[in-house]
């Protein structure tokens, strides 16, 4: 193989590699772009959950009124003896 051709072939495989690296970054880019979209999803959905999990809780909390309410008012329509 004269110098020339072995140039040559080093110039193809620098081009070759070239390529490939330019490819190789808008796919990283392309994944740092998702990742940084996911991200935000990922954190309105902890803020959602978060106002969800409150939510529960004070309906929780009128479900035990409402159920403390029923049961006072159905004692109180009771005879002593347990008979209504």
Request: net charge negative; no cysteine.
């Amino acid at each position: 193989m004269t110098p020339e051709e072995r140039f040559e072939r080093i110039e193809i495989q620098i081009d070759k590699n070239t390529a490939a690296i330019r490819d190789l970054i808008l796919v990283s880019r392309t994944l740092l772009t998702s990742v940084n979209d996911t991200d935000s999803k990922v954190s309105a959905l902890v803020t959602s959950i978060g106002e969800l999990r409150d939510a529960q809780k004070q309906t929780d909390q009128k479900l035990n009124v409402l159920i403390e309410t029923v049961d006072r008012f159905v004692r109180s329509w009771q005879k002593p003896n347990g008979q209504q």
